[in-house]
């Protein structure tokens, strides 16, 4: 499964990347207004910081206009996917930038209907909302279940599967059991991803111990080692 990061926060995404573990970005509007910047020199920074794609959203509420945003954000950087809303302007938009041979991220899915018709329309991903079903008390790893299988049986639906509205590190691991192929997740998870304190109790431990050795200058012990051998 790949992993996107889901902010449009520079620091957030420079560190995570960094980790070598990001394969691709999204924001959404709440996202990019929350940083207080020019939305498109964001997303050009992201794009030449991370090479995956990185979805950056249309704000127009019409196909037409969807798709006249769509073809300006697309030319932006290479790596950018047009996000769009699941209605049906958003469908028709969406049909109309694949034909074009632009990369679309369908969003604000909470239905598997509503996925299939994403697919049907030609979405590149389509993005189930987990964090935000579950909020409600409905499970959201039901739907990422539900059109996993329903793209699985039919193998001319080409769209993958992105898990959104991720709040926990379980909701990461159940998205990659289910199938999904990529789970956007936020800075905040991807760091509890990759915790545990019996990591840190076993480190600790096996450095107290190491001081114990003889010589526990690895650098040096095995520099003078490998020139005794030449
Ligand atoms: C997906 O692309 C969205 O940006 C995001 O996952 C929404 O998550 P939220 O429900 O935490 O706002």
Redesign the pocket.
Known sequence: MKIFI?TANLAEIREAHSWGVIDGV???P??IAKEGRDFIATIHEICELVDGPV?AEVIAQDAPKMVQEGRLLAQVHKNVVV?IPLTFEGLKACSILTKEGIRT?V?LCFQASQALLAAKAGATYI?P?I??LDDLGIDGMDLIRSIVTIYKNDPTLKTQV?A????DPLHVVQSAEAGSHVA?I?FKVLKQMGVHPLTDKGNAQFLADWQTAPDTDIIGQTSRWLAGRK
């Open positions: 889901d999204t924001t959404n709440s996202l979805s996000k991220n969003t993005s909302f964090g935000r992105l959104a509205s991720i709040r956007t936020p």
